[in-house]
Every structure is written in C-alpha cells, then in structure tokens.
C-alpha cells in the first residue's frame, strides 16, 4: 500500500497550490479519502474529507471557501486545491485512506506560506 503526496512547497501569501496523492495498493473507489494537515507544536487536524463516491466532502471551518478536495477514482488519485493560502496554513499535509478499520497514511507534504 503506498500513498504518496505531491505539489507542496513555498507560496506567498494569497497565493495557490495544488496537492495530489496516489494510491496504489488498495482498491481506491472504496476508500473515503481525507487531507489532514500537521503545524509544529500542534496536534494533526482534518482538513478536508471527501467519500468514496465523491458524494460528499467536508472541510475545516477556517479553510472553508479556499481549499477544495475532489478524487479522480479512475487514476485512484485525491487533490487538494488551496487557494488564498495564508501564513497559518503552514504545515506538513497528509493525505488519509480509511475503509472501515482499514487506514493508511502517506509521508507528508510541507506547505510554507510565506513572504
């Protein structure tokens, strides 16, 4: 089982990046698929959530309106868009499967919001 997270970096503040997870391993459309995302000194907090079926997605309230998450079943590969990033978005990004009792985590992505 692999997760493996792309597109984070530097970014000004007010600025846009794209992230990316590719699963492989497990059978990808069954798994509701989440971003979490981890500062230094803090706890990991639920970013965004979006369901097997791309049915339904839930968001953090202060990335509300910036973040958007969305999942492409057929490259069994999950996104996340953030826009208007801010200094406090800084943190390390993981991207989550979970089936039941079944999780899998991938390695992180660092996310600096910066000037």
């Known amino acids: 089982v692999q997760l493996v997270e792309s597109g984070g970096g530097l970014v000004q503040p007010g600025g846009s990046l794209r992230l990316s997870c590719a699963a492989s391993?497990?059978?990808?459309?069954?798994?509701?698929m989440s971003w979490y995302r981890q500062a230094p000194g803090k706890e990991r907090e639920l970013v965004a959530a979006?369901?097997?079926?791309?049915?339904?997605?839930n968001y953090l309230d202060s990335v509300k309106g910036r973040f958007t998450i969305s999942r492409d079943n057929a490259k069994n590969t999950v996104y996340l868009q953030m826009n208007s990033l801010k200094p406090e978005d800084t943190a390390v990004y993981y991207c989550?499967?979970?089936?039941?009792?079944?999780?899998?985590w991938g390695q992180g992505t660092q996310v600096t919001v910066s000037s």
């Open positions: 989550n499967a979970r089936f039941f009792v079944n999780t899998y």
């Open positions: 391993g497990f059978t990808f459309n069954r798994y509701d």
């Open positions: 979006i369901t097997s079926a791309a049915g339904s997605t």
